[in-house]
């Protein structure tokens, strides 16, 4: 029986970002360094085909520091820790290693530099995500306000309107985050931002490429977790893109081939941190039921790297 054609369209960039590569470096170099068990505070990035291959290594995935013992290494994942945790490491004499994504640390000096300057900071983001957690943890109590929509903004309550700055999760999708930063600067005209956009490269960089390959295609999958911000937001880029069937698959046996019959081009992107393999196996699925030609749609090169911390690149 003969395949009917199919054009799929492969987003570049797409896929592990400069910061969650380092991260699971990190994670791979504490296992030789200290050997099993190394823990680590919250998935090291979201993603579980990713978590599960680390633990399959050694790696044991807690939720809290006090779930560690005292006598082995433990690393801090991508999304960033309050202060208070390192503070606690530290305190029981523990091996620690932080692999928060520079981009995010970046966010943490910033409200940190504000508040030393006496501003109150608000900040952009999705309450309960590490990473919102993270940050808003950098500063006192009641120090760091949440909004999350632009509804938000008209019924944040401040300390002084006229000492305010803000910063976002790095993770956002990028036209919200316009449209909040503009109520944000329509009520507290003297605000304080960012000097660059908090969002970062990587979450930019995948969301134009969703743009720009959403209005050729008939359906788009993004492959990512269902905790990953950046790879929800994708989907959300790609639907209001012009995107009809837009939707989030872990793996290639999530695909829902029903609600693709008929169609005649896919566009396949993947959250930050979904690796290769994934995207692979969702391609391949693909070959299994089309005669397939892919078509690359580039919009940025990305040749970041981050290096790793000096504690792992010296000998044990």
């Given at each position: 029986m003969t395949k009917p054609p199919l054009t799929l369209y492969l987003a570049a960039p797409r896929g592990f970002c400069a910061g969650v590569d380092r991260a699971i470096k990190i994670v791979e170099m504490a296992l030789e360094k200290w050997g099993a068990p190394v823990y680590v505070r919250h998935e090291i990035v979201h993603n579980k085909y990713v978590v599960d291959g680390l633990r399959d290594k050694g790696a044991v995935f807690v939720e809290e520091l006090e779930d560690c013992p005292d006598d082995r290494p433990v690393i801090f994942s991508a999304h960033g820790v309050p202060k208070a945790v390192p503070a606690e490491a530290a305190k029981r004499e523990m091996i620690y290693v932080d692999a928060t994504c520079p981009l995010v640390s970046k966010v943490h000096i910033e409200a940190a530099r504000h508040h030393d300057n006496g501003l109150q900071m608000i900040m952009i983001g999705h309450e309960g995500h590490p990473e919102t957690v993270g940050t808003m943890g950098q500063l006192p109590e009641g120090e760091v306000l949440l909004v999350e929509t632009v509804e938000d903004v008209a019924t944040v309550q401040v300390r002084d309107p006229e000492s305010l700055a803000f910063v976002t999760q790095t993770t956002l999708s990028v036209d919200d985050t316009i449209d909040i930063v503009a109520a944000l600067h329509a009520r507290f005209p003297k605000i304080v931002g960012p000097h660059k956009e908090d969002i970062c490269y990587a979450t930019t960089n995948r969301q134009e490429a969703v743009k720009a390959m959403a209005p050729k295609c008939d359906a788009m999958l993004v492959v990512g977790a269902p905790n990953s911000s950046n790879s929800k937001r994708l989907v959300e880029v790609g639907s209001k893109a012009g995107c009809a069937y837009?939707?989030?698959?872990?793996?290639?046996?999530?695909?829902?081939?029903?609600?693709?019959?008929?169609?005649?081009?896919?566009?396949?992107?993947?959250?930050?941190?979904?690796?290769?393999?994934?995207?692979?196996?969702?391609?391949d699925a693909f070959r299994g039921r089309y005669d397939v030609t892919v078509e690359l749609v580039e919009t940025a090169v990305e040749n970041v790297e981050f290096k790793v911390p000096r504690v792992l690149r010296i000998p044990a």
């Open positions: 837009s939707q989030l698959v872990q793996r290639a046996p999530d695909i829902d081939w029903r609600a693709l019959e008929g169609i005649e081009s896919v566009g396949i992107t993947a959250g930050a941190s979904a690796p290769e393999e994934l995207i692979t196996e969702v391609i």
